[in-house]
């Protein structure tokens, strides 16, 4: 087992690596933040200056080793967009807002998913499972900027339920993490489904139903059970695109999150907080990665 | 240039008069919301300067009415000697910093001079305050010694606001932490908190210094990139007053709300070219660019419909531009070139495709295309539509086009490289004095990456730099401009006022002049609906 | 951001056997979804060079933010006019040559390097099969949107990075799908046979292990059609879509949100042939599994 985890550490220590490489030549290729982030009139000093401050001058790999050895110690810089802040400040007083939002949106699409996939696979074939499968289906199939903004206007505008944008309260949470929601939901539903239908037919559901066990028991109690590990295994997918998806809502609502984070600093050229949304958000996928490994091969030995 | 000492007397006056006012019976918090800035700070000179903080002043202010500069900021008066080379100014002795710091003294501004000039200075405009000398003769006199005669030195300080007034007093001991933290300033408002990104938060400084103070309790700006967004938070209540996109404003206008404009014109638009394209030995030239031919740069020109571009752009509240930069405000003004502006630019395809013929184009041309850079900008969110406009107006007129979607950023960069090649929208915000507008839009004397590289422009430029004499400055700015025009160096567009969205249910007006970057200022102004 | 889709455990589950008939399938296949994709994608990004009534690109400045018919406009124009007066019946209609194309270049761009490395890790597993499920790990934790909102920065927005971007958020999925089936197929007994009857590796794969993968492949390559079309609705979103005049459906519905409630037809139509096409394209894609999955089948 430690052998196992030592080699885990090692992959993700060299994946993290390369993210930096890729980081690195992204962030560095995408043109320099000069007109990102100086007057039309700045003058030719305050560009020198710049270039200098952010190192630019030097040789393309001196800068990365730099970026590097100060990366190991968390150290991304300062940020540029917003001048004063360390660029890891700024990315990690953002998680908190992105994290809230991605736990609601999950929160809300296991919710209303698991009993919607179950409804539809013991109600196969009828309405109820064209409903499900249809509600599903158009969560995907909308663009999740158009979703958002539609309900802005259905239920913030129109109905005054719930504030149009920003942060602050649980109110300001529901539209958008409903926008990130319905999309997972759509996966959910459909994994929960063919999850349940499978289990539906084990031999020990039928004996279940052979000994006399009421009907919701069995599809709520033996049979959910069983086919919850099929969704719970793709929480780990879920949750990265939760966070990838928060930079097209984030924005739309005004959420003060990673996403709205990134993007704003990528508009800026802001390479440190760019590079440290990316890394954190690396971190936090192989983390989550190596934890279902782990928690993978304690179950089943034979991984190992 | 008016008489500038005696506005400021007027303005003084107003104050006064204005300053007798009721208490509001509630709580009363005004929220603004508009698009972010390029970058977010306390520390002013590390932002590009579009927008004074509310709770900070600098020298000299603008009428909110007339835009003309007046003594609405910390200095009551000022006066420069014959050649414009030393300007001094007398502070107001009763301001006083917030916060319990003090009065504002002449050390403070020195400092600030200081800070906002450091090597980290991203302001717009700050090079002319770097060539300055800056000495505090006594507690409320400071000279600004410039190398070169600025009669448009009033204007930096104004409109263009390159320095606000910190206290010294807070920086012994707090250091730029403090300023951070909690900026004291002189202005009408406290600071009270920022979240990045998000909202800017104030409230109205109780019995202020100058005797008057805004008739609500605190202010709120909201950033949000989003229009759409802005709109919806406006039609909720969330937002007192938004910037909005002139095409969404009837929707919030049918809503019952009320569009507000600036009292002078803010903002100017044109379409321009890249390349440094007068210059045959300029980049342009090794680019091939088909605008170096005089008569594909007339053929544009003509292609343009403005009337129609105006009406789609602007809801047809604009004013046609005759030469971008040139405004009829300031000294060089050239009346003559609006009466030949319909002769000579009036929309004519017919006539663009004989100055194509006439130019064998596209056949003589190696690069015929014309790639036209479609850019998103905050605060001028109709540039990505003109660029369609005018792709659509040109390729009826038989010009070759392709459009370059990119953001600022990229654009910029382009131009600051000389590796632009493409032509691209532009704003003149604020409007600026003709002087500094002419050599900041075609001369290499002070954004170089916008000169048109010709060298009889940057001649006459040179001269206007070191020339003392305001008949000859302004006979100097004419010729410039009748050049510009007469070799249809660019495509002017409109001018344009700043405006936003209110709700009249909350706020009954608001008088702000339009000349500041961002276009709005005076949050001090903003009348609250009781 | 749609890094992963529901076929991705769904198309390990098994599926139904006897299904009954329902509208969707009066004749065993669905009827209604390949319908709604001719009218909505098939047709028009053919034939919309001589169906659509105005050139995609064509203003008409009098004729602005024109209401569709019945709501206020005439026949002129079906489905109103945008802010430049262009006729959005006939961006509509162009939009789907694009919605086309980006989805089967960008997918099949994805699906050929991700089912190739996925292929080779299966079968070789040991260093190739580390290396490439690393690469794997990597891909996936790197935001997508980033990688596009860079590239755009990079070298402006296009046809190709937009390209590049759908190959990205795809190739990683299909590679661990497939090396899942092919470590399956690797321990049955006919690759057994052939490798002791001495068949090359090659021989192999292309004889015994693609065969039995294609099908896989196929149903999943459908199944990403929605999420390669809402993709790009959110790059337009985001200003790093296929650059301005062409009509995507994405930069239309991206164009035309501003003016929700004052001109929805803006934002309305092309929304609905996303619409339309995505959920089709699922249904269609649904069926095909059925159809031809082998796993399904085995049921």
């Known amino acids: 087992m430690q052998r196992f985890f030592l080699v885990k550490l090692v992959e993700s220590a060299i994946a993290l690596w390369v993210i930096t490489l890729i980081v690195f030549g992204l962030t560095h290729f995408s043109g320099n933040p000069v007109g990102a982030l100086l007057p039309d009139d700045a003058s030719p000093e305050q560009v020198a200056f710049l270039i200098n401050k952010l190192g630019l001058d030097q040789p393309i790999h001196i800068q990365y080793l730099r970026f590097l050895g100060n990366a190991v110690q968390g150290d991304f810089g300062l940020s540029m967009k917003w001048p004063g802040q360390s660029a890891m400040d700024v990315v990690l007083s953002r998680l908190p807002a992105t994290l809230t939002l991605g736990g609601m949106a999950m929160l809300i699409s296991v919710v209303i998913a698991i009993p919607l996939g179950v409804a539809s696979a013991t109600r196969k074939g009828t309405i109820v499972d064209s409903f499900a499968q249809g509600i599903a289906l158009i969560g995907q199939s909308m663009p999740s900027f158009w979703l958002g903004i539609i309900l802005i206007w259905v239920f913030a505008v129109g109905l005054g339920m719930f504030p149009t944008s920003g942060s602050g309260t649980w109110a300001h949470l529901v539209l958008p993490a409903i926008s990130i929601a319905w999309f997972q939901i759509s996966a959910l539903t459909r994994l929960t489904r063919s999850a349940m239908l499978e289990v539906l037919d084990a031999e020990y559901v039928k004996l279940a139903r052979a000994k006399g066990v009421s009907e919701p028991i069995i599809v709520w109690k033996h049979a959910l059970r069983n086919a919850a590990v099929v969704p719970l295994t793709y929480f780990g997918v879920l949750a990265g695109s939760v966070l990838t998806g928060s930079v097209v809502i984030e924005t739309v609502f005004s959420w003060p999150g990673l996403g709205w984070t990134a993007i704003e600093a990528i508009k800026a050229r802001d390479f440190p907080v760019v590079q440290s949304v990316v890394i954190v958000f690396a971190v936090i996928f192989i983390l989550a990665n190596l934890l279902v490994d782990l928690l993978y091969a304690y179950i089943d030995p034979r991984i190992r | 240039m008016p008489n500038i000492r005696s506005v400021a007397r007027r303005t003084m006056m107003a104050c006064a008069v204005s300053s007798i006012v009721g208490t509001a019976a509630f709580a009363q918090n005004v929220v603004v919301a508009i698009d972010p800035g390029s970058a977010e700070s306390n520390l002013y000179w590390e932002t590009i300067g579009g927008l004074i903080p509310p709770n900070m002043q600098s020298l000299v202010g603008n009428d909110p009415e007339t835009g003309v500069y007046d003594a609405s900021g910390l200095a009551e008066s000022w006066e420069h000697d014959e050649d414009f080379t030393r300007w001094t100014f007398h502070l107001k002795p009763g301001a006083v910093f917030s916060g319990d710091w003090g009065p504002v003294t002449a050390e403070d501004v020195v400092h600030s001079v200081a800070l906002h000039t450091g090597d980290d200075s991203r302001l717009s405009g700050i090079q002319s305050l770097r060539a300055a000398t800056v000495t505090a003769d006594g507690d409320h006199t400071v000279h600004f010694d410039l190398p070169n005669p600025d009669p448009d030195f009033l204007f930096l300080h104004a409109g263009r606001a390159v320095l606000v007034v910190y206290s010294k007093a807070q920086y012994d001991a707090e250091g730029l932490e403090g300023y951070a933290r909690n900026p004291a300033g002189s202005g009408p408002f406290t600071f009270v908190s920022r979240d990045l990104g998000n909202t800017l938060k104030y409230d109205v400084a109780k019995d202020h210094w100058s005797g008057s103070s805004p008739r609500y309790d605190s202010l709120e700006l909201r950033f949000v990139g989003e229009p759409a967004t802005r709109l919806a938070m406006l039609l909720a209540g969330e937002a007192d007053i938004v910037s909005l996109p002139r095409e969404l404003q009837p929707e919030a206008e049918a809503q019952g709300h009320q569009t507000i404009s600036s009292a002078q014109a803010s903002v100017q638009t044109a379409f321009v070219l890249s390349g440094l394209f007068m210059d045959p030995e300029g980049p342009g030239a090794e680019m091939g660019l088909p605008w170096q031919d005089v008569r594909i740069r007339e053929a544009m020109n003509r292609a343009l419909d403005r009337e129609a571009l105006i009406d789609v752009l602007y809801e047809g509240r604009a004013e046609p531009l005759v030469v971008f930069s040139m405004d009829p405000r300031f000294d060089g003004h050239v009346p003559e070139l609006a009466r030949r502006f319909e002769a000579e630019y009036g929309h004519d395809p017919d006539r663009a495709r004989e100055l194509l013929a006439e130019a064998d184009y596209p056949g003589a041309f190696a690069n015929p295309v014309i790639p036209i850079a479609a850019t998103a900008l905050g605060g001028s969110p109709e540039f990505g539509l003109m660029a369609e406009l005018v792709q659509a107006m040109f390729a009826d007129a038989g010009l070759q086009t392709e459009i370059r979607e990119m953001d600022w950023p990229t654009l910029q960069n382009a131009r600051l490289g000389f590796t632009a090649d493409f032509a691209h929208p532009m704003r003149n915000a604020p409007v600026r004095p003709n002087g500094i507008g002419v050599l900041a839009s075609y001369t290499e004397q002070l954004s170089p990456a916008y000169s048109i590289g010709s060298r009889e422009l940057d001649g006459m430029g040179d001269r206007l730099i070191e020339t003392k004499d305001l008949e000859e400055r302004a006979a100097l700015i004419r010729d410039m401009f009748t050049y510009v025009f007469d070799n249809y160096a660019h495509m002017p567009i409109a001018t344009i006022s700043a405006e936003v969205v209110a709700n009249p249910q909350r706020v009954a007006g608001w008088t702000f002049p339009g000349s500041s970057s961002s276009g709005f200022s005076h949050f001090e102004l903003i009348e609250t609906a009781d | ?299």
């Open chain 3, 1 to 299: 951001m749609p890094i992963s889709t529901p076929a991705s455990a769904e198309s390990v589950a098994p599926v139904a056997r006897k299904r009954r008939r329902n509208f969707l399938r009066p004749g065993g296949y669905p009827a209604l979804p390949i319908a709604i994709l001719m009218i909505t994608l098939i047709i028009p990004a053919l034939f919309s060079q001589w169906l659509a009534p105005y050139g995609p690109e064509a203003t008409n400045l009098r004729a602005r933010l024109q209401p569709p018919v019945f709501f206020g406009g005439d026949w002129s124009h079906p489905f109103g006019t945008d802010r430049l007066g262009r006729d959005i019946l006939s961006r509509t209609m162009h939009g789907a040559w694009y919605a086309l194309s980006i989805s089967v270049v960008g997918i099949f761009v994805g699906v050929v390097i991700g089912s190739s490395l996925g292929l080779i890790a299966g079968y070789f597993r040991g260093w190739w099969d580390t290396i490439i499920m690393r690469l794997v790990d990597i891909s996936l934790a790197l935001p997508a949107m980033l990688l596009a909102l860079a590239l755009a920065a990079l070298s402006g927005p296009s046809f190709q990075s937009v390209i590049i971007v759908v190959a990205f958020v795809l190739w990683a999925y299909f590679a661990r799908q497939v090396r899942a089936e092919v470590l399956g197929l690797r321990e049955r007994d006919f690759v057994a046979r052939a490798v002791v009857a001495g068949s090359s590796h090659l021989a192999i794969l292309r004889r015994h292990i693609l065969p039995n993968v294609v099908n896989t492949i196929v149903v999943l390559a459908t199944l990403q059609v929605g999420i390669v079309i809402t993709l790009e609705a959110s790059l337009s979103f985001l200003g790093i879509g296929i650059p301005r005049p062409i009509p995507t459906w994405g930069l239309m519905v991206a164009d035309g949100r501003q003016l929700l409630t004052s001109a929805w037809w803006v934002s309305f139509f092309p929304g609905l042939a996303i619409l339309l096409t995505v959920l089709s394209v699922n249904l269609f894609g649904d069926w095909l599994r059925e159809k031809i999955d082998p796993k399904s089948r085995r049921v």
